[in-house]
């Protein structure tokens, strides 16, 4: 079937074979499909959907569009995805747990854009550190440090990157089926052999309708398993973010806290998932014995040790976890106060971050620079009882105009009322098939 075919077959609401998907897909790789074919392609298939084997097609397809990754390590090569979200920085904190209990966790990440922050973003506030590492450096990073997080190169599915940006221009972005694949692909690409997908919610997140999360979250697990990688999903709860921070300096710093603290929100979502990848992996017979091991790595200090070898090993400094606070710049606080006496009802996570945008600490276009010392932190929590003039959060910003500013806009995004509501449960729930 030629592409065309395809295409009409597809608007039409014909059946199509997987093989004619995966051929068009590596089409899309080697430049035999135009971008004005890629554009009918994506708009028909957000008319008229994929069945199960064509998302599988698809994904498969842009996936083998590149270079797929095979690895010969003494462990398991694991890896998360999240959807997205603010003040999400779990992978910098699972990673180098499941890196201290003996997997290997090649995490290919992104950068933020709008109001979500981006893992590279975040790491980048490191002196030093660099994300860009050719292939071979990458496999070195990973099979002597057992984590590393890094960005994609041009060699991972490219086929996926030729019908993200025509999607992009074409207004077919939000399509189930080809979100599904577009993800799928780049971590299938990188020779994983259990994937956990953290499928994100709430006012916080980039997708925060919970039926829309459970579609999602569906489409990804049977796709995932069907392309052969063990997958399950969890959806979680950003109705407020994980960490008390947002921002790129000022949440690594709270990420050192936890690895101090080894209790909170962030931490219990990080325990979830990496229970859920060592099961999936086989790397531990039970739940319960992969949850001890990660917890053990927390109390005993491997996972911050280990963190620290992954910030030497891509350039940062070699005593960063000793001394982090030395090291991070982060810009002067002004405090932000309760404009009422009241407990916290909810917040408007996707106003938070905006903030930080607009402050310099994310991009609205994808050239823009990041001011990585900006962004709020000590951000007081859902059910905290203050009273007028106490406290609620910090701004770090260079001007003191600019934080009143902010101040309003903090004040306005985060709801007062006079009763204690009730918190949302951090795990909302799990899909495994």
């Known amino acids: 079937m030629n592409t065309r075919d395809l295409i009409q077959c597809l608007r039409e609401g014909k059946p199509i074979s997987s093989k004619a998907i995966n051929t068009f897909a590596s089409g899309l790789g080697n430049d035999m499909v135009s971008d004005a074919q890629a554009g009918a392609f994506a708009m028909a298939v957000c008319l008229r959907g994929l069945d199960d084997s064509g998302r599988v097609a698809l994904t498969l397809g842009m996936r083998d569009s590149g270079q797929v990754l095979s690895w010969d390590l003494p462990g ?20 180098p747990m499941l890196a201290s209990v003996g997997a290997f966790v090649p995490m290919i990440s992104g950068r933020g854009l709008g109001h979500t922050g981006g893992t590279l973003d975040k790491l980048e506030a490191i002196p030093g550190l660099k994300t860009k590492f050719s292939e071979q450096q990458f496999r070195e990073i990973v099979g002597d440090v057992g ?23 074409t207004g077919t ?7 599904t694949s577009s993800i799928l692909a ?7 052999q259990a994937l956990v997908l953290d499928v994100k919610t709430g006012s916080g997140a980039v997708m925060q309708d919970l039926d829309e999360c459970r579609a999602l979250a569906k489409s990804l697990v049977a796709t995932a398993n069907g392309a052969g990688c063990p997958t399950s999903a969890v959806i979680t709860d950003m109705s407020q973010p994980l960490l008390p921070s947002v921002g790129n300096a000022v949440e690594i710093a709270d990420v050192m806290r936890s690895f101090d603290s080894k209790s909170g929100p962030i931490i219990e979502v990080a325990v979830a998932l990496g229970e859920k990848l060592l099961v999936q992996a086989n790397a531990f017979y039970t739940e319960q014995g992969a949850r001890d091991e990660l917890l053990k790595c927390l109390e005993d200090g491997r996972a911050k040790t280990k963190f620290g070898q992954m910030i030497s090993a891509q350039g940062g400094p070699k ?14 606080a002004f405090e932000i106060l309760a404009p009422v006496d009241g407990y916290i009802q909810s917040m408007d996570g996707t106003a938070l971050g905006e903030i930080v945008v607009e402050i310099g600490g994310g991009r609205q276009r994808e050239d823009d620079q990041i001011d990585y010392s900006v962004g709020l932190s000590e951000i007081s929590s859902i059910g905290q009882k203050l009273q007028q003039g106490q406290r609620m959060a910090l701004v770090h910003c260079h001007d003191s105009h600019i934080a009143a500013h902010v101040e309003k806009s903090v004040q306005k995004a985060i709801l007062m009322g006079k009763k204690s509501p009730e918190i949302p449960p951090l ?5 495994s098939d």
């Open 76 to 95: 398991k090569v694991i890896d998360k995805h999240s959807t997205g979200g603010v003040g999400d920085s779990v992978s910098l904190i699972l990673a």
């Open 186 to 192: 780049k971590k299938l690409a990188a020779g994983l």
């Open 427 to 431: 795990i909302v729930e799990w899909m």
């Open 173 to 179: 972005v939000r399509s189930l089926d080809l979100i």
């Open 147 to 169: 984590c590393a997080i890094v960005a994609p190169n041009s060699d991972i599915a490219p086929a996926d990157q030729r019908l993200y940006a025509v999607r992009d221009v």
């Open 319 to 332: 005593n960063f976890v000793e001394r982090w606070d030395d090291y991070l710049n982060i810009a002067p």
